[in-house]
């Protein structure tokens, strides 16, 4: 991580094992899978001195989960459920003494149980002085006995071969932590001198013993050692259980989304040709006039840690348009993947859904994180799910916000791109995409109006009751 934040765009066996190329489980159908992405839930924030790597968390004995978010120093968050990580925070983690390997931070980004104990990746900073853009990365392992509140450090073990340098990020970082189910853990890690991902791995009972996968091997030292990278790759990372497959999630613009890879041997990846959640871009200086959706990371919702079923927890730190650091969100999503049906008319689909103002009682319908005045909306229901890119094998429409700063009961009205302008207002945030037309297993979303004149959708040709019928936008997957 680069402290200030907007640094940060944009890893003792024998040697005849070190020498063996990981091994393929068989292809990967990525026409075979489908995804829906739920309703962004709001569960932390707004914070200016936290949420500034990907979150972490684990079920505790009780059945209670505890959450791990971190900027320089890591704090654990208790709460009843996985989503319920708006409580107070305690460091369990604090930058080093001066002149330390980890003197600017130490931030916990992934977890993995392992022999009883809890086996943390830690992401360390040094010779830091942002205001320049400098920074020197490492990582570190530890264990903790008493899950998470007090950890044992055991040192660095993922350096890059770089030195650090006066004016830029140096080093490799920002690492994820997955068990392998081989007897390996392996790291996923940014290499800042070409911003591109590497992988190394260590054995689960030699825990700092790593070694980068470099030219089909794993023989590369993980302090100091060559690395061949693996593209450009999300280092949030998770392992899919029933499939056998590392899974990675990275902000990737030029994509147009949070962009999900996977990988049947642990370093050939391929992309799903669609984003799970679209964006407009990932601007880092701030603020900006559009959102920021990074630092994701996957998460088992039942368990906690990134031992995934097919469906899984994708979360991510989330700043809205116009604002600043200062406005740090937490935003996790339910994520259901199938296998075993290939896309028809599009590969994912994401939650349209409407939204209330629990002060102002105005409605808001978006398919991504609504936020407002510091607080989270209430989420009343899921409409549709809308494509996250146009079809390539049916008509369809883009749909946006319409934004307007002097009306106060139209705003976040949702319209066909370019015709935002017919209510005397401006194309905003991206929503997704709606078929032109109706087609098996999809659903009309219709834009009603309520008396007070404010705009908001509905699956019912009556509006449920709530306004009057406007126009239909078009027709997403049924919920």
């Known amino acids: ?77 208790d709460g009843a459920s996985l989503p319920d990580m708006g409580g107070p925070r305690r460091a369990v983690l604090e930058p080093g003494e001066p002149g330390s390997i980890n003197d600017c931070g130490r931030w916990l980004t992934s977890t993995v149980r392992s022999e009883g104990a809890l086996v943390g990746f830690v992401h360390q900073e040094r010779m830091c002085d942002y205001d320049v853009g400098r920074t020197d ?99 949030g990372a998770g392992y899919l259980v029933d499939e056998g497959w590392i899974a990675a999630v990275a902000t990737d613009p030029w994509f147009g989304g949070l962009r999900l890879s996977l990988s049947p041997d642990m370093v050939n990846f391929v992309d799903l040709d669609e984003p799970l959640v679209p964006i407009d871009a990932a601007e880092w200086s701030r603020p900006a006039p559009t959102d920021l959706s990074v630092y994701a990371s996957l998460v088992n919702p039942e368990r906690g840690g990134n031992d995934l079923g097919n469906q899984f927890m994708l979360t991510y730190v989330f700043i809205p348009a116009g604002a600043g650091f200062e406005s740090r969100y937490l935003v996790q999503r339910e994520v259901a993947l199938s296998t075993d049906a290939g896309p028809d008319l599009a590969q994912v689909g994401i939650a ?30 899921t409409v549709a799910y809308a494509l996250t890119r146009a079809s390539d094998s049916a008509a369809s429409v883009k749909l946006v916000e319409c934004s307007s700063a002097s009306s106060a009961t139209a705003s976040n009205m949702l319209a066909q791109e370019g015709h935002c302008a017919q209510q ?24 009603c109006r309520a008396s007070s004149g404010q705009s908001f959708i509905s699956g019912a040709p009556d509006c449920e009751g709530l306004g009057t019928l406007d126009v239909i936008l078009g027709y997403g997957f049924a919920p």
């Open 424 to 447: 005397g207002m401006e194309d905003g945030r991206t929503a997704g995409w709606l078929l032109a037309s109706g087609h098996a297993g999809t659903v009309p979303v219709h834009r």
């Open 352 to 381: 349209l859904s409407r939204w209330r103002d629990p002060e102002t009682d105005r409605f808001v319908s978006a398919t991504g994180p609504v936020v407002g005045n510091g607080r989270a909306y209430d989420f009343e229901t």
């Open 137 to 235: 990365k490492t990582m570190a392992i530890a264990t903790s006995t008493d899950d998470g509140l007090t950890w044992t450090d055991l040192g660095t073990v993922i350096a890059g071969t770089d030195s650090p340098l006066p004016d830029r990020i140096t080093g490799e970082g920002d690492c994820s932590l997955v068990d392998g189910h081989d007897g390996f853990l392996y790291a996923y890690c940014l290499r800042n001198t070409d911003w591109q991902t590497i992988v190394a791995r260590a054995p689960t009972r030699l825990l700092t013993d790593w070694r980068k996968y470099h030219e089909g091997a794993w023989r590369e030292p993980g302090l100091g050692g060559a690395a061949t990278d693996i593209g450009f790759v999300g280092t």
């Open 1 to 77: 991580m680069t402290r200030s934040i907007a640094l940060r765009f944009a890893g003792l066996l024998a040697f005849s094992a070190l020498a063996m190329p990981a091994q393929s489980q068989g292809d990967i159908c990525v026409d075979c899978i489908s995804v829906r992405v739920g309703p962004p839930l709001v569960v932390r924030g707004p914070f200016p001195d936290e949420l500034d790597a990907t979150f972490a968390a684990i079920r505790l004995p009780d059945g209670t989960f505890r959450g791990f978010s971190a900027n320089g120093a890591t704090y654990a968050v």
